[in-house]
């Protein structure tokens, strides 16, 4: 079985903060339109589940949403994209509008 993959250079300029007060496990990123969420994993369904489980802790720590909500928030509102299936690592995003916080 033969698969393709399609790379793409990129430019752009990337703000890098570091929060002595936020204990993260995972990197976060953050985009003028929506919060980003990381997962990667060996196993496509265990990224997923990484990406969700950081949605959520993102949600409950930032946004203060109990756990319930964050995860019925997650699971109404979140888009979720694989952003690596060729290697041996797969990656997914999570990422939730800002606009649902206005």
């Known amino acids: 079985m033969t698969g393709t993959a399609l790379e793409t ?3 752009g300029t ?4 570091l929060r002595k007060d936020a204990r993260l496990r995972w990197p976060r990123a953050e985009t003028p339109t929506h919060y980003i969420a990381m997962g990667l ?3 496509l369904d265990e990224a997923t589940r ?4 950081e949605m959520i802790d993102f949600l409950v ?3 203060n949403l109990s756990r319930d909500d964050a995860y019925m928030l997650c699971s109404l509102a979140a888009d979720f ?3 690596q299936a060729v290697d041996a690592t ?3 995003h999570a990422s ?4 649902l916080f206005k």
Do not use: N, Q
């Not at 990337?14 to 903060?17: A, D, K, L, N, S």
């Open 81 to 83: 994209h694989v952003t």
């Open 50 to 53: 990484l990406a969700v489980r």
């Open 14 to 17: 990337f703000e890098i903060h």
């Open 9 to 11: 250079s990129l430019r």
């Open 61 to 63: 720590a930032e946004k």
């Open 90 to 92: 797969k990656g997914v």
């Open 41 to 43: 994993r060996e196993d």
């Open 96 to 99: 939730l509008a800002k606009a």
